[in-house]
């Protein structure tokens, strides 16, 4: 079974499966590959997939949409507003969602198809999401109060952006088969959901229902990409067609076993607990025996639940990838 077959399996629940994917999903800090040089990782390696390999594991690709136009006004900091208003979003409207985007965005799926270097990759496709992209233009606070305060140009920002996949999805080069995607939203902190139940019927849920069909007809699954505490808003999630959620972070309470018990179905990726690779195998193995039944029922890829710190010492990070092997051949049983 090959790395792209393997996925499909462990997303389709496959009794045939032989192992799940062996997969770091989200590539490393920078401060993670800057401590792993001085400990013997080669400079050489400077691209995600060149690491991948060289720690053997398996081979992902994520490919993401454009949606601005090179020249797009940006935020002057982190988090800081680009628009405040209708006046503003009409000012960069020009900027988004262009022809030239969509071109550009159908050769990079292209490309990566038929990129030779990554070949065996299974692909992961990302569109920006509904609570994502706004909060890119309003600023982080901005944002959470333009629920309220702007909420006829929220509904324009997100209908035309559905607007745009709507046509990227019909234009998927026949070539790229991804096999999942992921609308990124971190719409969830560590206490639970960013916006109401209400803001989310209104302003996010819509665009699900419209596009996962499309993405699933296309034989894609889809997942959620939001960090902290997911748990609350999985059955709004399922409400809108979504059918898996990444990346599970524990310190944030979110417990993989648990939402397997309640939502037998939901695909997951991600859920290993970051804090404990730095303390060592005996740690470790602790944390693959608390998510082991749950990589036994099928559905779930193990994986760091965000990205691996830079406290994880090279060595460290060799015995995780073991155990990862180790224990991803339980899907098999």
Same mark, same amino acid.
């Given at each position: 079974?090959?790395?792209?077959?393997?996925?499909?399996?462990?997303?389709?629940?496959?009794?045939?499966?032989?192992?799940?994917?062996?997969?770091?999903?989200?590539?490393?800090?920078?401060?993670?590959?800057?401590?792993?040089? &001085?400990?013997?990782? +080669?400079?050489?390696? *400077?691209? /995600?997939?060149?690491?991948?390999?060289?720690? @053997?594991?398996?081979?992902?690709?994520q490919t993401s949409a454009q949606i601005r136009e090179c020249g797009c006004p940006s935020a002057k900091s982190h988090g800081a507003p680009i628009i405040l208003d209708r006046a503003d979003y009409n000012e960069i409207r020009p900027y988004l969602f262009t022809e030239t985007c969509l071109e550009r965005t159908i050769e990079r799926f292209g490309e990566a198809a038929a990129d030779v270097s990554i070949a065996g990759s299974a692909h992961w496709m990302t569109l920006e999401g509904f609570f994502w992209f706004p909060r890119t233009l309003f600023g982080i606070e901005n944002h959470l109060l333009a629920f309220y305060d702007e909420p006829e140009l929220m509904d324009t920002i997100n209908a035309?952006?559905?607007?745009?996949?709507?046509?990227?999805?019909?234009?998927?080069? &026949?070539?790229?088969? +991804?096999?999942?995607? *992921?609308? /990124?939203?971190?719409?969830?902190?560590?206490? @639970?959901?960013?916006?109401?139940?209400?803001?989310?019927?209104?302003?996010?849920?819509?665009?699900?229902?419209?596009?996962?069909?499309?993405?699933?007809?296309?034989?894609?699954?889809?997942?959620?990409?939001?960090?902290?505490?997911?748990?609350?808003?999985?059955?709004?999630?399922?409400?809108g067609g979504i059918e898996g959620v990444l990346p599970l972070e524990r310190m944030a309470g979110v417990d993989v076993p648990r939402i397997r018990r309640h939502y037998p179905g939901l695909l997951m990726l991600g859920g290993f607990d970051k804090t404990v690779m730095r303390l060592g195998e005996q740690a470790m193995r602790a944390e693959f025996e608390r998510l082991a039944p749950v990589i036994a029922s099928g559905g779930y890829i193990p994986a760091v639940d965000h990205q691996t710190p830079p406290d994880v010492s090279i060595g460290n990070y060799r015995i995780f990838v073991s155990l990862l092997n180790e224990y991803s051949r339980l899907a098999a049983r």
């Amino acid at each position: 079974m090959d790395n792209i077959e393997r996925f499909r399996s462990v997303f389709s629940f496959s009794p045939t499966l032989d192992r799940v994917p062996v997969v770091e999903w989200a590539g490393w800090w920078d401060l993670t590959v800057d401590a792993w040089r &001085a400990q013997g990782l +080669p400079d050489s390696l *400077t691209t /995600a997939d060149a690491i991948r390999d060289w720690f @053997g594991l398996d081979r992902l690709h994520q490919t993401s949409a454009q949606i601005r136009e090179c020249g797009c006004p940006s935020a002057k900091s982190h988090g800081a507003p680009i628009i405040l208003d209708r006046a503003d979003y009409n000012e960069i409207r020009p900027y988004l969602f262009t022809e030239t985007c969509l071109e550009r965005t159908i050769e990079r799926f292209g490309e990566a198809a038929a990129d030779v270097s990554i070949a065996g990759s299974a692909h992961w496709m990302t569109l920006e999401g509904f609570f994502w992209f706004p909060r890119t233009l309003f600023g982080i606070e901005n944002h959470l109060l333009a629920f309220y305060d702007e909420p006829e140009l929220m509904d324009t920002i997100n209908a035309e952006l559905c607007a745009f996949y709507e046509k990227v999805i019909a234009r998927l080069p &026949a070539a790229y088969k +991804p096999v999942f995607m *992921t609308f /990124a939203e971190d719409m969830s902190y560590n206490n @639970g959901p960013m916006l109401s139940k209400a803001c989310y019927d209104r302003f996010v849920l819509p665009y699900y229902r419209r596009l996962a069909p499309l993405l699933q007809a296309k034989g894609i699954k889809v997942f959620i990409d939001t960090d902290g505490n997911v748990e609350p808003l999985i059955d709004w999630f399922l409400e809108g067609g979504i059918e898996g959620v990444l990346p599970l972070e524990r310190m944030a309470g979110v417990d993989v076993p648990r939402i397997r018990r309640h939502y037998p179905g939901l695909l997951m990726l991600g859920g290993f607990d970051k804090t404990v690779m730095r303390l060592g195998e005996q740690a470790m193995r602790a944390e693959f025996e608390r998510l082991a039944p749950v990589i036994a029922s099928g559905g779930y890829i193990p994986a760091v639940d965000h990205q691996t710190p830079p406290d994880v010492s090279i060595g460290n990070y060799r015995i995780f990838v073991s155990l990862l092997n180790e224990y991803s051949r339980l899907a098999a049983r």
